[in-house]
C-alpha cells in the first residue's frame, strides 16, 4: 500500500490566496508532499495587504493538531506565523508531545513595512519555546536582525549572520537574501549539526509578484524533508522551486498589488 509523505502545516489563512496556508497547500502539492492544517488565525486579504485579522482560541488550535496528529501524523511540520504568545505556548506544548521528526519554523515577525507583527512577549515566547525545538529556520533579513540583535553590516560575511543565529539558538538555519542587493540572491544554510555551509543562488528576478515566498520556501523545504532528502538537498530543490515559480509567476497579473509565485508551473500555461 503507497502512502503519502505528510506535511502539517500551522499558520495562520490568507483569503487572497497568495501566502500563508493558502500558499504552503500549493506548495507541499507541488513538491509531492500530503499536507494537512492547524490553522492559527483568519485574515482578510488580498494583494495590497491585511484588512483584517481574527485568531483561532488556543483551544480550537489544540483540537486541530490532535485530530490531525492521532488519525493521519506528519513526516514533517511547517510552522508560519503564530500570532500571540498563548497560541505560541500552545503549539510547543503539542510539539513536544508528538515529537515530529522534522520541524521547519518560518518566524514570520516583521511585515514587509518594517513593522513587527508580534508584541515582545510573543517573540520571547517564540524564541525559547519554538525555535529551539525546530531542526532549522527559515528568517529573512529583518527577522535575523530581530533575533540576533543587530543590524547587518555591508562589510560582514552574509554567511557569518546564518552561523550566528544557528549558533545562539542550536538549530539550522536558512537565512533568506531576498532583501539584499545584487545580481544573484544567495541565501545561506548553516547546518549546525555539521557546521557545513551551503550557498544556494539563484538570478535575481525583477517582479513584483512575490507575495507568498517566504511562506512557499518554508512549506517546499518541510515537504522535501518529508520525503526524507538530506537538509542540503531538501534546502536546494526548494530554492530552485522558489525561483522557479517567482520567474514564472512574473508573467502574470493578479489584483491590483502585489500578486502571487507560480506554483504550479510544472503543469505549464
Do not use: W
Request: glycine letters at 8%; hydrophobic letters at 40%; proline letters at 3%.
Amino acid at each position: 500500500m503507497k502512502t503519502y509523505p505528510k506535511l502539517l502545516i500551522i499558520a495562520g489563512s490568507d483569503s487572497g490566496g497568495g501566502a500563508g496556508i493558502q500558499a504552503d497547500i500549493k506548495s507541499a502539492g507541488a513538491c509531492g508532499a500530503y499536507s494537512a492544517t492547524v490553522i492559527t488565525a483568519i485574515t482578510a486579504q488580498n494583494t495590497l495587504g491585511v484588512n483584517a485579522i481574527e485568531g483561532v482560541s488556543p483551544q480550537m488550535i489544540a483540537n486541530q493538531f490532535t485530530a490531525v496528529m492521532d488519525d493521519i501524523g506528519a513526516d514533517a511540520v511547517k510552522i508560519g506565523m503564530l500570532h500571540s504568545k498563548e497560541v505560541i505556548e500552545e503549539v510547543a506544548k503539542h510539539l513536544q508531545h508528538y515529537k515530529p521528526k522534522h520541524i521547519v519554523i518560518d518566524p514570520v515577525m516583521v511585515a514587509t513595512s518594517g513593522d513587527r507583527l508580534l508584541q515582545e512577549d510573543a517573540i520571547q515566547a517564540l524564541m525559547h519555546q519554538i525555535i529551539p525545538q525546530a531542526e532549522v529556520m527559515t528568517p529573512n533579513v529583518p527577522e535575523m536582525e530581530l533575533l540576533l540583535g543587530e543590524t547587518i553590516k555591508d562589510s560582514t560575511e552574509f554567511s557569518e549572520y546564518a552561523k550566528a543565529l544557528a549558533e545562539k539558538f542550536k538549530v539550522s538555519v536558512l537565512l533568506k537574501a531576498g532583501h539584499l542587493k545584487g545580481d544573484k540572491s544567495v541565501d545561506i544554510l548553516f547546518n549546525v549539526k555539521t557546521k557545513q555551509i551551503t550557498k544556494l543562488s539563484s538570478p535575481r528576478i525583477t517582479t513584483k509578484n512575490t507575495h507568498g515566498t517566504g511562506c512557499s520556501l518554508s512549506s517546499a523545504l518541510a515537504s522535501y524533508l518529508a520525503q526524507g532528502f538530506s537538509l542540503e538537498d531538501a534546502s536546494q530543490k526548494a530554492k530552485t522551486f522558489i525561483y522557479q515559480a517567482i520567474e514564472a509567476g512574473g508573467d502574470y497579473k493578479l489584483g491590483k498589488g502585489s500578486g502571487p509565485i507560480h506554483h504550479f508551473y510544472k503543469l505549464g500555461d
